[in-house]
């Protein structure tokens, strides 16, 4: 269990260091405007999208140890063609890559249940979880120290070799260390249930609104960040450095919030109730990024998004299995999944377009109207007990 733990951890660690301090300015350094950067860092969600389904009933059949290996060689093949990218085709093709064969996350968690028994399984995936949101806080942090502070030439090689190097050592460990599960039959549950299952999920309103939420919460927090190293620099004059120590920031924070607010809200509140109070905290961080003019704003700003979100996205999964009946668990979960990754590749693009059209600020506030929407929608659902 600590090489899978190990594993996820350096993998985030890769991933994070070019996707989200140096991707953005690697495109443009490449020509790419606001919308068309938007467009490459949502690549990976659009192809996951399709791709996931069909490696997680892979790795059911194939078992979970060869999929995280081709996963790794892939990231490692993708982050290679990145440093080596001097143009956007190129560019385009790593993103491809990655999107096509990496399951870390979706597997990895399949692995944590196979190797788990039921008392223990909640404590491994906080693990798991805690592992992922450290290597978060600090894949940026060395990403964006190795691409330098020139945003408009960012050292892309470095960090783009630097995560190739990772996944080099994570393919090691999972070949040579990561146990497997001896005969052990996987029951995970993919978006691969039948039609009839998802439309009657479909049709239960206490479930539905809950889907629709987590969409609509998600297309805004995802246009966010997309555009935010963007609108950083433009704002602050940022290059991947200050992005990468931003984001460490975050990272943090959502460990943070995700390890502690969360449980202080529910405990006090109930789960609607929490919901609300996210959906407002989130609000209230996107409006102080409108009118944020230093750091202190900035920071303010970051703590409301990232406390919003953070209490959020596992809330709502947690209504949902209250929501739904033990035996389509899975699939209600799935298609929140699928929802995630729409919210994605469509939210990221709608704000690049808007960002690169109008000023850096417009997507923020249609983010904040749509936000708005949701509050006075689903008040009385979320505030009634």
Known sequence: MNFLLLYVFLDVVAFSSVIISVLPFHAKMLGAGPFLVTIYISTFSFIQFFASPFLGRLS??????????????????????MAFASTLPMLFISRLVAGLFSCNISV???LVSDLTSTKERTKQVGRFNSAYSLGFAIGPLIGGYLAGTDSLNPTYFNSSIFAALINIVNIFILIFFLKSPDNKKTNINYPSE???????????????????????????????????????????????????????????????????????????????????????????????????????????????????????????????????????????????QSGLSIARFTGQPFSGFFFQSFTINTPLYIGLFILLLIKVIYFKRLIKN
């Not at 059949?61 to 093949?77: E, Y």
């Not at 200050?242 to 943070?256: K, P, T």
Request: hydrophobic share 50%.
């Open 108 to 110: 990895g968690s399949a």
């Open 60 to 81: 059911d059949k194939l078992g979970r140890k060869p999929l995280l290996v081709s996963s790794s060689v892939a990231d490692m093949i993708s982050h290679t063609i």
């Open 194 to 336: 039948k039609k009839n299952t998802i439309l009657s999920l479909l049709r239960i309103k206490n479930l539905t609104y809950l889907f629709v939420l987590y969409f609509l919460v998600n297309f805004v927090f995802s246009g966010l960040n997309g555009i935010f190293a963007l609108w950083s620099e433009a704002k602050f004059q940022w290059g991947p450095q200050q992005i990468g120590i931003m984001m460490s920031f975050v990272g943090i924070l959502l460990a943070f919030h995700q390890a502690v607010t969360i449980n202080l809200f529910i405990k006090k509140l109930n789960e609607k109730k929490t919901i609300f109070i996210s959906i407002l905290s989130i609000f209230i961080g996107i409006y102080t990024l409108t009118i944020s003019y230093n750091y202190l704003f900035l920071s303010i700003a970051i703590f409301f998004c990232t406390m919003g979100i953070g209490i959020l996205n596992p809330t709502i999964n947690s209504l949902i299995t209250m929501s739904s009946k033990e035996n389509q668990t899975g699939s209600a979960l799935s298609i929140n």
